[in-house]
């Protein structure tokens, strides 16, 4: 497991793509699960039902001042409108994890050293019969490539996040991302 | 409906008191049923799990800039600890809400001009069987008394975010706390 003092995540996306409960799923994993400090917001406009949404998550292994992701070391950008908005807030080596089913165009992309570019929603759709698990896929992928919260973790935070009887399709996408993320 | 610029409501109680869930419920009510724009943020310590626990909603009708109460307009107290952490923080005639169940000492009392005391987990136990509830009763009694957000907006954000078993239990509470605020 990866300690840095203040480590910003920002997953960012369409209403309905699971940002908030990507946020929350992770917030879970690394406090409650692994004993450390984190803090997560989300942000509403009037446009949440179907437009934009972006929710943070600040993990550290002290006391957490600001919470909003100023210059995010990750961020997970499921959308055009996402990728184009908040790309240039990702830091300097930071991480960019991009979900190219919904995004074709990442601003300043060749000056981006760390960047995975994979379908998470078609590969959900496709294997799992809905887009909609696309979101924790990412954070299985998350765990695999930065070693931030460990899997098992984020198993635990969905038996405590996610609807029952949507449980075990969430556990099988987390383990569908994680493999990618070792693959890669 | 009141109109205000910037609304900060800070929700806070020990872990397991479901400060989190309040604060989700009323983000979503707010946001994505009343179409006004609305940021909502959870702390975990390492403590999350049994130790004091808080949640933060900010409602504006523009964009909001800093996620986190400062000086609170409303403060939910639903333990000793928390009450005498964060009362201090309460805004000049904020208004200040709590939950006396756990709560028998409240610092600079004589001098907070908006208070209402009342044993939401108390209650709870007697009239639901579990104490666990008190928090979305908590939500109807903000309802009733401050007019932030509509009990029917809370009723939807309800059904968005509670465990389907739980529903119907919760709706119950949430109009109890209405009720309970229509009548002080």
Known sequence: MKKRNRYEIAFTGAGGQGMILAGLVMADAVAIVENRYAVQSAMYGPEARLGSSRSDVIISDSEIGYPKATRPDLLLVMNQDSCTKYTKLLKENGLLICD??????????????????????????????????????????????????????????????????????????????YELGKEM
């Open 100 to 177: 190219t089913t919904y995004v074709s165009y990442i601003p300043g992309e060749k000056d981006i050293k760390n960047l995975y570019k994979i379908p998470f929603s078609r590969i959900a759709r496709s294997e799992f019969g809905t887009p909609l698990v696309a979101n924790i896929m990412a954070l299985g992928f998350i765990s695999a490539k930065t070693g931030i919260v460990k899997k098992e973790s984020l198993a635990e935070a969905i038996k405590r996040r996610v609807k029952e009887k949507f449980v075990n399709l969430n556990l099988k996408a987390l383990e569908r991302g």
